[in-house]
């Protein structure tokens, strides 16, 4: 599983949220569904933070300043 992108762990992730939203799955099916979740999710994560890293490394190595978080306007979520 590690060897998939960070878009293809978010399709997977997205395709079984649709099938747990639906309730149609057996229990134990959507347990396992559910488990499968998990990890995809410790996967994206893993890569938005390898992501992040790499991104910093290179701003630090151009001399700019480090990252900050984001923050959006409130014009923007109205």
Do not use: C, H, W, Y
């Amino acid at each position: 599983m590690s060897d998939l992108s960070f878009e293809q762990a978010m399709q997977q992730l997205e395709k079984i949220v649709v099938q747990l939203e639906q309730g149609e799955l057996p229990l134990e099916q959507a347990l396992e569904q559910f488990e499968q979740a998990v990890k995809l999710s410790r996967l994206s994560q893993q890569k938005l933070q390898q992501a992040e890293q790499k991104v910093s490394q290179l701003l630090q190595q151009q001399g700019q300043e480090t990252l900050a978080p984001f923050q959006s306007n409130a014009e923007d979520e109205a």
